[in-house]
């Protein structure tokens, strides 16, 4: 059974950091990208980093390039959203997500975690 689950969510003032942790069981994910979406109150689910767990293949969204940082260690089976220079418009529940690759980059994701609300004050 495939199970993630995201650690590391808080409160935290603007301009601070966070690192979120998602960790991965239930299977070998060398043939899976993971990603990292988030939800706003009465917003929509958005992408924010996307890695391909054996190649490293890194993808960010517009509004967190150069603050947030995506990783994973392979050996704890945990990926890793380092963030940055945190922005009130951050606050958000924070999901990490398995899609494998075989299915294409535009493919609905085939496991999420149940998400680690981020709040960031101004």
């Known amino acids: 059974q495939v199970q993630l689950e995201e650690s590391g969510g808080g409160l935290v003032q603007a301009g601070g950091s966070l690192r979120l942790s998602c960790a991965a069981s239930g299977r070998a994910f060398s043939n899976y990208a993971m990603g990292w979406f988030r939800q706003a109150p009465g917003k929509e689910r958005e992408f924010v980093a996307r890695?391909?767990?054996?190649?490293?293949?890194?993808r960010y969204a517009d509004s967190v390039k150069g603050r947030f940082t995506v990783s994973r260690d392979s050996a704890k089976n945990t990926m890793y959203l380092q963030m940055n220079s945190l922005k009130p418009e951050d606050t958000a529940v924070y999901y990490c997500?398995?899609?494998?690759?075989?299915?294409?980059?535009?493919?609905?994701?085939?496991?999420w975690g149940q998400g680690t609300q981020v709040t960031v004050s101004s």
């Open positions: 997500a398995a899609q494998l690759l075989l299915r294409g980059p535009t493919a609905p994701y085939d496991y």
């Open positions: 890695i391909n767990w054996s190649a490293g293949f890194i």
